[in-house]
Every structure is written in structure tokens, then in C-alpha cells.
């Protein structure tokens, strides 16, 4: 696959010597909707606005469709859709004000995916932006995002402050409408289930690294957690050393160790070995892992 979107080695900070990113390697390939979680302050707002040219990295480099979006921002900007929670858009402006506009600048503009989202989300063209709902105003910033039928699309938390049904309705369009028909879309999100339900592939960012780059179907049935008591293995690096361990957590009184493999295959990897005779390895759900992997 061609890659639409590639970090390598990036890095970047804010204050010297205290690295927001450090180091991260990725790409996003044609067609691909790919997830990107953290907690927060792990730089995942940072990453999409180097991917967008907004920020250029300290060291390493991104291309967007080959090419440098600090570069070449006008060729790159053309093909791309962005929404951030914290986007801001004119209140005095009209929604049809701001169609026509976007019309303007994107000659690839489509006329009926704008119809088709005015209805879905019942905004008025004649409504002022400062007169919408939080909601409906990131509404017709995802209009604006996607209505030139870009081929990747960039969502920073697009849908954060939206109630369930709200925010299922502005994803759900993003993948139905672009996705479909060979779009790319990264976006950043910090409800688990929204990225299982409409992501292909996870990328975990911890202090600034990639934790886990993963497709979630391989991650469903190839990753575990094993629950371990203290009083059975006192060493925590005893976990670290095995083959696969991604993170080993302290809970109470025991261990909860995150495993690339399946539950089947370290319960048999690890039998009869002492300390290892009563240990539980289950499978888990993104969230879980999640906090297994990067909770305290």
C-alpha cells in the first residue's frame, strides 16, 4: 500500500529538553482509518498539527501524499480535511456563507454531500455560526471538512463534548461519506469504543513514544492480560523478560501484564513454571488495555 500520511523519527518540543514527541514512526495508508489515543498531554494534538503543516517537527520529517506540508502547504491543504475540538469558526458568519467560501476554494466542492449533510444534521444555511449549539457548530465544521471529498482526513478530537448519539452521528458520517469511496482518516479520540467500532488500526501514544501500533482485529485475539500474584513472582522485571510482555502495571496485590499473544499461547508458554501455576490470562477491550498500558 501507498502511504498518505508518514511520520518518521519525529520529535518535538515546547521547552528544551522535555520532548512532547520523541521519536515516532508511523504512516497511514490508502483507505486506512486509523485511531490515535493517549492520555492526554502525550502529544497527539502536536502530531496532527505536524501532519498539517500548523507545526514543523524538531527533528525527523512527515510527508502528506509525498510530499512536506510546511513545503508545500498549498498542494497538501487542497487534498486534506481537518476538525479540532477547539476549532473556531467566524460567529458572525453564516452557514452558507461559510459553504459558499470553502466552495470557492475547493474546486472539487460536492453539492450533494453538502445537501445530504445540511439535512442529516438540520442546520439552517441561514443560521449564524454564533447562534448554534456547540455541537451543530462542529457539525458544519466537518461540512466544511469533508465536502470537498478530501482524500485524507484529520479529526483532533472532533467529536469531544458531544452527547453519545451526537457524536456517533458526526463520526459515522465522516466514515460513511469519505471512507467509502477510498478516503484515508486518522483522528484522535478518547472514547475507546468509538475507536473499535469505526477504527481498522490503533496507534497508542505514551510520553511521546508509540506503546502499541496494532490493526484492532490482531489486537482482539493476539493481545492478553495476565493477572499474576505479588506473592508469586516478588520481581517485576521476572514479567518484563518475557518474551512479548508490552507493560507490566502494579494492582493491589498483584501484576497485571499486558501480552502480544494469545491468552492460549502464554498460558502454555508459562506452564509449570514456578509462580505461574494459578495465574489468569483473559483477553481484553481496547479501554482496558488502555489503562493497563499506560495508567499508574
Known amino acids: 500500500m501507498n502511504p498518505v500520511l508518514q511520520f518518521d523519527n519525529v520529535a518535538r518540543s515546547y521547552t528544551a529538553g522535555v520532548p512532547v514527541l520523541d521519536g515516532v514512526s508511523f504512516q497511514v495508508n490508502e483507505g486506512e482509518v486509523v ?81 445530504d449533510l445540511l439535512d442529516r444534521f438540520q442546520l439552517s444555511p441561514k443560521a449564524r455560526i454564533g447562534k448554534l449549539s456547540k455541537g451543530q457548530a462542529r457539525q458544519v465544521a466537518l461540512l466544511l471538512a469533508i465536502c470537498h471529498r478530501p482524500d485524507l482526513l484529520i479529526l483532533d478530537e472532533p467529536a469531544g463534548g458531544l452527547d453519545p448519539a451526537a457524536r456517533r452521528e458526526f463520526l459515522e458520517a465522516s466514515i460513511q461519506l469519505l471512507n467509502r ?55 517485576v522485571s521476572v514479567l518484563e523478560r518475557l518474551p512479548g510482555c508490552l507493560g507490566v502495571r502494579s494492582v493491589a ?35 482496558e488495555l488502555f489503562v493497563e498500558l499506560v495508567g499508574k
Open 181 to 235: 469511496d477510498g478516503s484515508s482518516i486518522l483522528f484522535s479520540s478518547h472514547h475507546m469504543n468509538d475507536i473499535e467500532r469505526i477504527g481498522a488500526r490503533v496507534v497508542l501514544l505514551d510520553q511521546g513514544r508509540i506503546r502499541l501500533n496494532m490493526e484492532l482485529d490482531r489486537m482482539r485475539e493476539d493481545v492478553c492480560v495476565m493477572m499474576i500474584p505479588k506473592r508469586s513472582v516478588t520481581d
Open 35 to 115: 485511531g490515535l489515543i493517549g492520555r492526554n498531554g502525550t502529544g497527539k494534538t502536536t502530531l496532527l498539527q505536524i501532519a498539517m503543516g500548523m507545526l514543523a517537527p524538531h527533528r525527523g520529517s512527515v510527508r502528506v501524499f509525498g510530499l512536506s506540508p510546511t513545503e508545500f502547504p498549498v498542494e497538501v491543504k487542497s487534498r486534506i480535511g481537518y476538525v479540532s475540538e477547539n476549532q473556531v469558526l467566524p460567529p458572525g458568519a453564516s452557514v452558507r456563507e461559510l459553504v459558499e467560501f470553502h466552495a470557492y476554494l475547493f474546486p472539487k466542492w460536492d453539492r450533494a454531500i453538502e445537501k
Open 253 to 287: 496485590d498483584d501484576w497485571h501484564a499486558v501480552f502480544d499473544d494469545a491468552p492460549e499461547t502464554i498460558a502454555a508458554r508459562l506452564n509449570g513454571k514456578a509462580g505461574f501455576e494459578q495465574i489468569l490470562c483473559v483477553r481484553a477491550p481496547l479501554e
